[in-house]
């Protein structure tokens, strides 16, 4: 079956510039979780959706960050004005439930210049 | 600061031969670790878990080991195959429950023919 898919695979951009990420869960799962792994550093948990409770942003940097998901399936991170420092690889994750394994997507890599 | 360290970014084994990577955790209050492998272009995959009570967890070629006196715990995989050469991150959380795991900044594997 499919699993975790995100858009676009890879994003280039100027510092300043908004950027939207995409992730398509796992049909059925209705945990979602977003992560950034920089440079040399291991995955940094973002923010966490659960059916229709209200998500835990515990995780995002800055106001700059928002996610959405609409309709307890595809979900969309928004990096507002990015900065240099936001250039990291974005992971999107999805489970059946809270503790359930996570089924990774294959990352978008936002590289801001 | 890293709760969670894998303090050797990479390491080389023979075919046929035991690898063992290494995780060390500063917060005692961990209690539920696991280790994730990843391959280029791809999600991280869960591989094998083990909650505090127990101190080994077996699932065919792979064991893990947890020390938590030491606040240490290591994969082992034996007999290694070309196959597995991919990066390893160890990951932890308070509570079996909890979706908020800590990863570490990962170890790359190569195993050799």
């Known amino acids: 079956g499919a699993g975790v898919s995100q858009s676009p695979s890879n994003k280039v951009t100027e510092k300043g510039k908004d950027v939207e990420l995409r992730c398509d869960p796992i049909s059925g799962h209705t945990a979602l979780y977003w992560y950034r792994q920089s440079l040399g550093q291991g995955l940094e948990f973002l923010i966490y959706f659960q059916g229709n409770s209200a998500p835990d942003k515990s995780g995002l940097p800055s106001d700059r960050f928002s996610a959405e998901r609409t309709g307890g399936s595809v979900s969309t991170l928004t990096i507002q004005r990015t900065q240099q420092e936001d250039s990291a690889v974005y992971l999107c994750?999805?489970?059946?439930?809270?503790?359930?394994?996570?089924?990774f997507g294959p990352g978008t890599r936002l590289t801001v210049t | 600061d890293q709760q969670v360290k894998q303090n050797s970014p990479s390491l080389s084994v023979q075919e046929g031969r035991i690898s063992i990577l290494n995780c060390d955790y500063t917060n005692s209050m961990f209690d539920y670790f696991l280790w994730y492998k990843k391959y280029p272009a791809e999600g991280p995959t869960f591989l094998i878990s083990i909650s505090s009570i127990k101190d080994k967890n077996e699932d065919g070629r792979f064991t893990v080991f947890l020390n938590k006196s030491a606040k240490h715990l290591s994969l082992h995989i034996v007999p290694s195959q070309p196959g597995d050469s991919a990066v390893y991150f160890c990951a932890a959380s308070e509570t079996p429950g909890t979706y908020k795991y800590i990863f570490g900044t990962g170890t790359r594997l190569k195993v050799l023919a």
């Open positions: 994750a999805s489970s059946l439930g809270l503790g359930s394994e996570q089924y």
